[in-house]
Protein backbone atom coordinates (compact mmCIF):
# COMPACT_ATOMS: atom_id res chain seq x y z
CA UNK A 1 0.00 0.00 0.00
CA UNK A 2 1.51 3.25 -0.99
CA UNK A 3 0.86 6.10 1.12
CA UNK A 4 2.02 9.82 0.02
CA UNK A 5 4.61 11.83 2.25
CA UNK A 6 1.96 14.25 3.82
CA UNK A 7 0.01 11.68 5.11
CA UNK A 8 2.72 10.07 6.34
CA UNK A 9 4.26 12.51 8.32
CA UNK A 10 0.73 13.70 10.00
CA UNK A 11 0.09 9.94 10.97
CA UNK A 12 3.80 10.14 12.73
CA UNK A 13 3.22 13.42 14.10
CA UNK A 14 -0.24 12.28 15.66
CA UNK A 15 1.63 8.91 17.13
CA UNK A 16 4.34 10.98 18.56
CA UNK A 17 1.79 13.45 20.14
CA UNK A 18 -0.19 10.22 21.66
CA UNK A 19 2.64 8.90 23.14
CA UNK A 20 3.99 11.76 24.73
CA UNK A 21 0.82 12.19 26.20
CA UNK A 22 0.31 8.36 27.88
CA UNK A 23 3.79 9.40 28.99
CA UNK A 24 3.26 12.45 31.03
CA UNK A 25 -0.41 10.34 32.57
CA UNK A 26 2.01 7.15 33.82
CA UNK A 27 3.80 9.80 35.13
CA UNK A 28 1.60 11.49 37.58
CA UNK A 29 -0.30 8.01 38.35
CA UNK A 30 1.82 5.50 40.41
CA UNK A 31 3.03 2.67 39.42
CA UNK A 32 0.64 -0.21 39.08
CA UNK A 33 3.12 -2.40 40.46
CA UNK A 34 3.51 -0.69 43.58
CA UNK A 35 -0.02 -0.28 44.27
CA UNK A 36 -0.62 -4.26 43.62
CA UNK A 37 2.38 -5.99 44.95
CA UNK A 38 0.92 -5.96 48.67
CA UNK A 39 -1.33 -9.07 48.20
CA UNK A 40 -1.57 -10.76 45.02
CA UNK A 41 -5.43 -11.31 45.88
CA UNK A 42 -6.52 -8.01 46.19
CA UNK A 43 -8.00 -6.85 42.61
CA UNK A 44 -6.37 -3.93 41.09
CA UNK A 45 -8.24 -0.71 41.91
CA UNK A 46 -10.66 0.68 39.15
CA UNK A 47 -8.88 3.46 38.22
CA UNK A 48 -5.39 1.62 37.73
CA UNK A 49 -7.65 -1.36 35.78
CA UNK A 50 -9.19 1.58 33.63
CA UNK A 51 -5.62 2.75 32.64
CA UNK A 52 -4.69 -0.64 31.75
CA UNK A 53 -7.88 -0.80 29.22
CA UNK A 54 -6.93 2.46 27.79
CA UNK A 55 -3.47 1.76 27.16
CA UNK A 56 -3.89 -1.28 26.13
CA UNK A 57 -6.36 -0.10 23.33
CA UNK A 58 -3.99 2.65 22.89
CA UNK A 59 -1.19 0.11 21.96
CA UNK A 60 -3.21 -1.92 19.33
CA UNK A 61 -4.05 0.94 17.56
CA UNK A 62 -0.87 2.70 17.17
CA UNK A 63 0.93 -1.01 16.32
CA UNK A 64 -1.59 -1.46 13.12
CA UNK A 65 -0.29 2.54 12.84
CA UNK A 66 2.98 1.38 12.88
CA UNK A 67 2.94 -2.24 11.00
CA UNK A 68 1.77 -0.29 8.10
CA UNK A 69 4.65 2.16 7.87
CA UNK A 70 6.98 -0.61 8.54
CA UNK A 71 5.57 -2.57 5.29
CA UNK A 72 6.10 1.00 3.31
CA UNK A 73 9.61 1.17 4.66
CA UNK A 74 10.93 -0.10 1.48
CA UNK A 75 9.37 2.62 0.00
CA UNK A 76 10.12 5.85 2.19
CA UNK A 77 13.12 4.53 4.38
CA UNK A 78 12.82 7.71 6.33
CA UNK A 79 9.01 6.94 7.64
CA UNK A 80 11.11 3.97 8.38
CA UNK A 81 13.52 4.94 10.71
CA UNK A 82 10.66 7.49 12.34
CA UNK A 83 8.70 4.22 13.35
CA UNK A 84 11.13 2.03 14.54
CA UNK A 85 12.09 5.14 17.28
CA UNK A 86 8.57 4.60 18.41
CA UNK A 87 8.98 1.95 20.25
CA UNK A 88 5.93 0.54 22.71
CA UNK A 89 8.51 1.14 25.79
CA UNK A 90 8.72 5.11 24.57
CA UNK A 91 4.62 5.16 26.12
CA UNK A 92 5.69 4.85 29.05
CA UNK A 93 3.35 1.68 30.03
CA UNK A 94 4.63 0.37 33.40
CA UNK A 95 3.75 -3.59 32.43
CA UNK A 96 5.07 -5.91 30.09
CA UNK A 97 2.66 -6.20 26.93
CA UNK A 98 4.33 -9.97 26.32
CA UNK A 99 3.79 -12.34 28.87
CA UNK A 100 6.62 -13.80 31.02
CA UNK A 101 7.13 -17.73 31.76
CA UNK A 102 5.86 -17.03 35.15
CA UNK A 103 2.93 -15.16 33.64
CA UNK A 104 1.96 -17.96 31.29
CA UNK A 105 0.75 -19.96 34.34
CA UNK A 106 -2.26 -18.06 35.01
CA UNK A 107 -2.87 -18.29 31.25
CA UNK A 108 -2.87 -22.49 31.68
CA UNK A 109 -5.08 -22.69 34.79
CA UNK A 110 -7.99 -20.51 33.25
CA UNK A 111 -9.38 -22.88 31.16
CA UNK A 112 -8.91 -25.97 33.81
CA UNK A 113 -11.15 -23.45 35.60
CA UNK A 114 -14.28 -23.79 32.84
CA UNK A 115 -14.07 -27.74 33.67
CA UNK A 116 -15.25 -27.61 37.40
CA UNK A 117 -18.97 -27.22 38.64
CA UNK A 118 -20.11 -23.43 38.66
CA UNK A 119 -19.33 -22.21 42.20
CA UNK A 120 -16.10 -23.30 41.91
CA UNK A 121 -13.61 -20.59 41.97
CA UNK A 122 -11.37 -20.48 39.42
CA UNK A 123 -8.34 -18.76 41.93
CA UNK A 124 -9.12 -21.48 44.56
CA UNK A 125 -8.24 -24.43 41.88
CA UNK A 126 -5.35 -23.14 41.02
CA UNK A 127 -2.33 -22.78 43.55
CA UNK A 128 0.03 -21.94 40.24
CA UNK A 129 -1.60 -18.97 39.81
CA UNK A 130 -1.15 -17.87 43.23
CA UNK A 131 2.92 -18.34 43.16
CA UNK A 132 3.15 -16.74 39.68
CA UNK A 133 1.65 -13.92 40.92
CA UNK A 134 4.71 -13.12 43.12
CA UNK A 135 6.61 -11.01 40.86
CA UNK A 136 5.11 -7.58 40.23
CA UNK A 137 5.13 -8.15 36.04
CA UNK A 138 3.59 -11.21 36.97
CA UNK A 139 0.42 -9.71 38.72
CA UNK A 140 0.52 -6.55 35.19
CA UNK A 141 0.13 -9.65 33.02
CA UNK A 142 -2.20 -12.14 35.29
CA UNK A 143 -4.97 -9.29 35.56
CA UNK A 144 -5.06 -8.96 31.69
CA UNK A 145 -5.19 -13.12 31.11
CA UNK A 146 -7.95 -12.62 33.70
CA UNK A 147 -10.10 -9.63 32.16
CA UNK A 148 -9.63 -11.38 28.60
CA UNK A 149 -10.51 -14.81 30.41
CA UNK A 150 -13.76 -13.65 31.94
CA UNK A 151 -16.25 -13.99 29.19
CA UNK A 152 -14.83 -16.83 28.10
CA UNK A 153 -15.75 -17.99 31.43
CA UNK A 154 -19.00 -16.47 31.68
CA UNK A 155 -20.08 -18.21 28.12
CA UNK A 156 -19.11 -21.79 29.95
CA UNK A 157 -22.12 -22.43 31.65
CA UNK A 158 -23.43 -25.95 32.57
CA UNK A 159 -26.40 -26.91 30.79
CA UNK A 160 -27.99 -29.95 33.12
CA UNK A 161 -31.24 -31.90 32.15
CA UNK A 162 -32.62 -33.92 35.37
CA UNK A 163 -34.92 -36.70 35.47
CA UNK A 164 -38.85 -35.94 34.85
CA UNK A 165 -40.30 -37.25 37.99
CA UNK A 166 -41.62 -40.99 37.49
CA UNK A 167 -44.79 -41.78 38.01
CA UNK A 168 -46.08 -43.96 41.34
CA UNK A 169 -46.27 -47.63 39.95
CA UNK A 170 -45.85 -51.24 40.64
CA UNK A 171 -42.29 -52.05 39.12
CA UNK A 172 -41.80 -55.46 41.02
CA UNK A 173 -44.66 -57.86 42.07
CA UNK A 174 -43.65 -60.52 44.89
CA UNK A 175 -46.07 -63.32 45.47
CA UNK A 176 -46.26 -63.36 49.53
CA UNK A 177 -43.57 -61.44 52.00
CA UNK A 178 -41.12 -63.29 54.13
CA UNK A 179 -43.45 -63.62 57.22
CA UNK A 180 -46.30 -65.35 54.43
CA UNK A 181 -43.46 -67.54 53.81
CA UNK A 182 -42.58 -68.30 57.66
CA UNK A 183 -45.97 -69.22 58.18
CA UNK A 184 -46.91 -71.43 54.88
CA UNK A 185 -46.99 -75.26 55.79
CA UNK A 186 -43.88 -76.78 55.25
CA UNK A 187 -45.19 -79.82 53.55
CA UNK A 188 -46.88 -77.66 51.20
CA UNK A 189 -43.63 -75.86 50.02
CA UNK A 190 -42.01 -79.33 49.83
CA UNK A 191 -44.10 -80.89 47.90
CA UNK A 192 -44.38 -78.26 45.29
CA UNK A 193 -40.91 -78.96 45.14
CA UNK A 194 -40.61 -82.47 44.81
CA UNK A 195 -42.69 -81.98 41.69
CA UNK A 196 -40.62 -80.09 40.06
CA UNK A 197 -38.85 -81.69 36.88
CA UNK A 198 -41.04 -84.74 37.08
CA UNK B 1 -38.03 -60.48 69.75
CA UNK B 2 -39.74 -64.10 69.02
CA UNK B 3 -37.33 -66.72 69.91
CA UNK B 4 -37.08 -70.49 68.74
CA UNK B 5 -39.32 -72.96 69.06
CA UNK B 6 -36.61 -75.04 69.37
CA UNK B 7 -35.59 -75.48 72.99
CA UNK B 8 -32.02 -77.01 73.73
CA UNK B 9 -31.94 -77.16 77.74
CA UNK B 10 -30.43 -79.98 79.13
CA UNK B 11 -30.50 -81.73 75.19
CA UNK B 12 -26.70 -83.26 76.12
CA UNK B 13 -26.45 -84.81 79.29
CA UNK B 14 -22.29 -85.30 80.31
CA UNK B 15 -22.67 -88.42 82.97
CA UNK B 16 -19.22 -88.24 84.24
CA UNK B 17 -19.26 -90.72 86.62
CA UNK B 18 -20.52 -93.54 84.43
CA UNK B 19 -17.58 -92.03 81.44
CA UNK B 20 -20.56 -91.29 78.74
CA UNK B 21 -22.40 -88.57 76.51
CA UNK B 22 -26.40 -88.87 76.24
CA UNK B 23 -29.06 -86.97 74.18
CA UNK B 24 -32.05 -86.10 76.61
CA UNK B 25 -34.17 -88.98 74.73
CA UNK B 26 -31.57 -91.52 75.48
CA UNK B 27 -29.37 -91.90 72.71
CA UNK B 28 -25.37 -92.50 73.67
CA UNK B 29 -23.58 -90.11 72.03
CA UNK B 30 -19.29 -90.05 71.00
CA UNK B 31 -17.75 -87.12 70.68
CA UNK B 32 -15.65 -87.17 68.07
CA UNK B 33 -13.36 -84.64 66.39
CA UNK B 34 -14.13 -83.44 63.04
CA UNK B 35 -10.72 -84.22 61.30
CA UNK B 36 -11.08 -87.76 62.43
CA UNK B 37 -14.37 -87.72 61.03
CA UNK B 38 -13.51 -85.89 57.47
CA UNK B 39 -10.64 -88.20 56.92
CA UNK B 40 -13.09 -91.05 57.36
CA UNK B 41 -15.78 -89.55 54.93
CA UNK B 42 -12.61 -88.90 52.45
CA UNK B 43 -12.05 -92.84 52.93
CA UNK B 44 -15.54 -94.34 52.50
CA UNK B 45 -17.56 -94.80 49.75
CA UNK B 46 -19.93 -91.95 48.90
CA UNK B 47 -23.04 -94.42 49.09
CA UNK B 48 -21.74 -95.72 52.40
CA UNK B 49 -21.23 -92.13 53.61
CA UNK B 50 -24.27 -91.37 52.63
CA UNK B 51 -25.72 -94.54 54.23
CA UNK B 52 -24.12 -92.87 57.56
CA UNK B 53 -25.58 -89.16 57.65
CA UNK B 54 -29.13 -90.63 56.59
CA UNK B 55 -29.50 -92.36 60.22
CA UNK B 56 -27.49 -90.00 62.00
CA UNK B 57 -30.48 -87.71 59.94
CA UNK B 58 -33.07 -90.23 60.50
CA UNK B 59 -32.61 -89.92 64.75
CA UNK B 60 -32.62 -86.01 64.59
CA UNK B 61 -35.80 -86.40 62.55
CA UNK B 62 -37.73 -88.52 65.06
CA UNK B 63 -36.86 -86.25 68.03
CA UNK B 64 -38.50 -83.38 65.97
CA UNK B 65 -41.48 -85.24 65.14
CA UNK B 66 -41.56 -86.42 68.68
CA UNK B 67 -41.22 -82.65 69.76
CA UNK B 68 -44.07 -81.30 67.18
CA UNK B 69 -47.39 -82.67 68.02
CA UNK B 70 -48.48 -82.41 64.48
CA UNK B 71 -45.53 -82.66 62.01
CA UNK B 72 -47.27 -82.79 59.04
CA UNK B 73 -49.08 -79.39 59.97
CA UNK B 74 -45.89 -77.92 60.85
CA UNK B 75 -44.97 -74.60 59.41
CA UNK B 76 -41.60 -73.51 57.14
CA UNK B 77 -40.44 -72.28 59.90
CA UNK B 78 -41.03 -74.59 62.80
CA UNK B 79 -39.00 -76.93 60.66
CA UNK B 80 -36.63 -74.77 60.03
CA UNK B 81 -36.28 -74.24 63.42
CA UNK B 82 -36.30 -77.86 64.72
CA UNK B 83 -33.78 -79.59 61.57
CA UNK B 84 -31.54 -76.73 62.84
CA UNK B 85 -31.28 -77.20 66.08
CA UNK B 86 -30.12 -81.00 65.85
CA UNK B 87 -27.66 -79.77 63.37
CA UNK B 88 -26.55 -77.57 65.73
CA UNK B 89 -26.93 -79.91 68.74
CA UNK B 90 -24.77 -82.39 66.70
CA UNK B 91 -22.27 -79.69 65.39
CA UNK B 92 -22.83 -80.01 61.95
CA UNK B 93 -23.41 -76.00 61.45
CA UNK B 94 -26.29 -73.48 61.15
CA UNK B 95 -29.47 -75.06 58.79
CA UNK B 96 -31.50 -72.43 56.59
CA UNK B 97 -33.91 -73.21 53.66
CA UNK B 98 -34.16 -71.05 50.96
CA UNK B 99 -37.09 -71.14 48.35
CA UNK B 100 -36.13 -70.00 44.46
CA UNK B 101 -39.31 -70.34 42.85
CA UNK B 102 -40.65 -73.20 43.69
CA UNK B 103 -37.62 -75.16 44.34
CA UNK B 104 -36.88 -75.61 48.30
CA UNK B 105 -32.74 -75.29 48.85
CA UNK B 106 -31.48 -76.16 51.92
CA UNK B 107 -28.50 -74.29 52.94
CA UNK B 108 -25.90 -75.08 55.73
CA UNK B 109 -23.26 -72.24 56.79
CA UNK B 110 -20.47 -73.37 58.92
CA UNK B 111 -20.20 -77.13 58.40
CA UNK B 112 -16.91 -78.34 59.38
CA UNK B 113 -16.41 -80.87 56.91
CA UNK B 114 -17.68 -79.06 53.54
CA UNK B 115 -14.60 -80.44 51.99
CA UNK B 116 -15.08 -84.03 52.73
CA UNK B 117 -18.65 -84.55 54.37
CA UNK B 118 -20.72 -83.66 51.76
CA UNK B 119 -22.70 -87.07 51.29
CA UNK B 120 -22.88 -87.11 55.18
CA UNK B 121 -24.77 -84.16 55.13
CA UNK B 122 -27.10 -85.08 52.35
CA UNK B 123 -27.83 -88.22 53.99
CA UNK B 124 -28.33 -86.39 57.14
CA UNK B 125 -31.20 -84.07 55.44
CA UNK B 126 -32.83 -86.90 53.60
CA UNK B 127 -32.66 -89.12 56.65
CA UNK B 128 -34.32 -85.55 59.34
CA UNK B 129 -37.37 -85.30 56.25
CA UNK B 130 -38.44 -88.79 56.27
CA UNK B 131 -38.30 -89.11 59.78
CA UNK B 132 -40.16 -86.08 60.50
CA UNK B 133 -42.47 -85.51 57.65
CA UNK B 134 -42.72 -88.95 56.08
CA UNK B 135 -41.19 -87.62 52.53
CA UNK B 136 -39.07 -89.15 50.74
CA UNK B 137 -36.59 -86.54 49.20
CA UNK B 138 -33.15 -86.16 47.66
CA UNK B 139 -30.94 -83.72 48.68
CA UNK B 140 -29.02 -82.60 45.57
CA UNK B 141 -26.06 -80.82 46.14
CA UNK B 142 -25.78 -77.55 44.25
CA UNK B 143 -22.99 -76.10 45.67
CA UNK B 144 -20.16 -76.24 47.97
CA UNK B 145 -17.71 -73.56 49.26
CA UNK B 146 -15.33 -73.83 52.16
CA UNK B 147 -17.79 -73.96 54.88
CA UNK B 148 -20.99 -74.08 53.44
CA UNK B 149 -22.97 -76.61 51.51
CA UNK B 150 -26.54 -76.04 49.36
CA UNK B 151 -28.64 -78.87 48.35
CA UNK B 152 -32.27 -79.11 46.64
CA UNK B 153 -34.64 -80.55 48.03
CA UNK B 154 -36.65 -82.68 44.84
CA UNK B 155 -37.67 -86.09 43.67
CA UNK B 156 -35.26 -88.76 42.77
CA UNK B 157 -35.68 -87.69 38.43
CA UNK B 158 -35.25 -84.27 38.87
CA UNK B 159 -31.89 -84.74 41.06
CA UNK B 160 -30.55 -86.31 37.95
CA UNK B 161 -31.40 -83.67 35.91
CA UNK B 162 -30.04 -81.31 37.91
CA UNK B 163 -26.74 -82.88 38.36
CA UNK B 164 -26.59 -83.67 34.48
CA UNK B 165 -27.01 -80.36 33.55
CA UNK B 166 -24.17 -79.07 36.46
CA UNK B 167 -22.24 -81.60 35.09
CA UNK B 168 -22.31 -80.05 31.67
CA UNK B 169 -20.99 -76.82 32.92
CA UNK B 170 -24.85 -74.84 34.02
CA UNK B 171 -24.73 -73.00 37.11
CA UNK B 172 -27.25 -73.98 39.91
CA UNK B 173 -29.24 -70.88 39.53
CA UNK B 174 -29.32 -71.87 35.65
CA UNK B 175 -30.27 -75.36 36.57
CA UNK B 176 -32.87 -74.27 38.94
CA UNK B 177 -34.13 -72.37 36.52
CA UNK B 178 -34.04 -75.20 33.89
CA UNK B 179 -35.95 -77.11 36.57
CA UNK B 180 -38.67 -75.00 36.69
CA UNK B 181 -38.91 -74.35 32.69
CA UNK B 182 -37.72 -70.33 32.93
CA UNK B 183 -35.25 -68.49 32.68
CA UNK B 184 -32.40 -67.52 35.28
CA UNK B 185 -34.77 -64.79 37.01
CA UNK B 186 -36.37 -66.79 39.91
CA UNK B 187 -36.51 -64.68 42.70
CA UNK B 188 -35.33 -66.47 46.34
CA UNK B 189 -36.42 -66.45 49.84
CA UNK B 190 -34.80 -67.08 52.79
CA UNK B 191 -36.04 -68.67 56.10
Redesign the interface.
Known sequence: MAASRSMLEALLARVQKRANESRAVSQVMPPLEAASADSAETLPPPRAALRDEVVEEEIEEYDDELIEIIDDADVIPQAAAAARAIEPAAFGAAFDRRPTIASIKPVAAAPRAATFPAGTSAVGTSPAATSAVATPAAVSAARLQVARAAPALEGLRAETVSPRPIAATEIAR?QGS?GE???????E?????????? | MDTSTFDPTRAVVFDLARGQVALESGGSLLLLPAEVVATACAQLDATIVRQLGAALGKQAGARVRKRLAQAGAASLEQIVEQLAGELSLGGFGSLSVERWGQALVVRVDGYPLAGHGQELLGGYVEGALSASVEREVTAQPLERTAQSLRFLLCNRSAGAKVKAWMLAGSSWGDALAALQGAKNDVVGGRV
Open positions: ARLRATSFLLLDASLKLGS
